[in-house]
Nanobody, 115 residues
Framework: QVQLVESGGGLVQPGGSLRLSCAASGNIFSINTMGWYRQAPGKQRELAAV???????KYGASVKGRFTISRDNAKDTIYLQMNDLKPEDTAVYYC?????????WGQGTQVTVSS
C-alpha cells in the first residue's frame, strides 16, 4: 500500500507564493501518475496539476502559467510551486497517486489566499 504525506500549505497574501510537497512511500509502482487536486468549499474537486510517468505534465485551466509541478524521482516526492496566488486558489489541496490498478489520496493540506 502506498502512503502519501503532504506539507507546505498555509496562509498567503494575494500575489504571493507557496510550495506544496507530497512524499510517497510504500509499494510504489514505477509507472504512475502523481499530482494535485483541489477542492474549495461548496465546489467539486478539480485538477490542479499532474505529472505522468515522471515527466509529462498537465494543468488545470485556472492555474496554467502560475503553478508548476515537478518530481524528484529519487525521493518519490512531487512538488507544486504556486505563484501569483489569488483568493480563488483558496482550497484544500490533495495529493493523488494513481496506477492502472490503484489510486491513493493524501489527507489534504489547506491553502488560504487572503489579505
Amino acid at each position: 500500500q502506498v502512503q502519501l504525506v503532504e506539507s507546505g500549505g498555509g496562509l498567503v497574501q494575494p500575489g504571493g507564493s507557496l510550495r506544496l510537497s507530497c512524499a510517497a512511500s510504500g509499494n510504489i509502482f514505477s509507472i504512475n501518475t502523481m499530482g494535485w487536486y483541489r477542492q474549495a468549499p461548496g465546489k467539486q474537486r478539480e485538477l490542479a496539476a499532474v505529472i505522468i510517468n515522471g515527466w509529462q505534465t498537465k494543468y488545470g485551466a485556472s492555474v496554467k502559467g502560475r503553478f508548476t509541478i515537478s518530481r524528484d524521482n529519487a525521493k518519490d516526492t512531487i512538488y507544486l510551486q504556486m505563484n501569483d496566488l489569488k483568493p480563488e486558489d483558496t482550497a484544500v489541496y490533495y495529493c493523488h497517486y494513481e496506477t492502472r490498478s490503484d489510486q491513493v489520496w493524501g489527507q489534504g493540506t489547506q491553502v488560504t489566499v487572503s489579505s
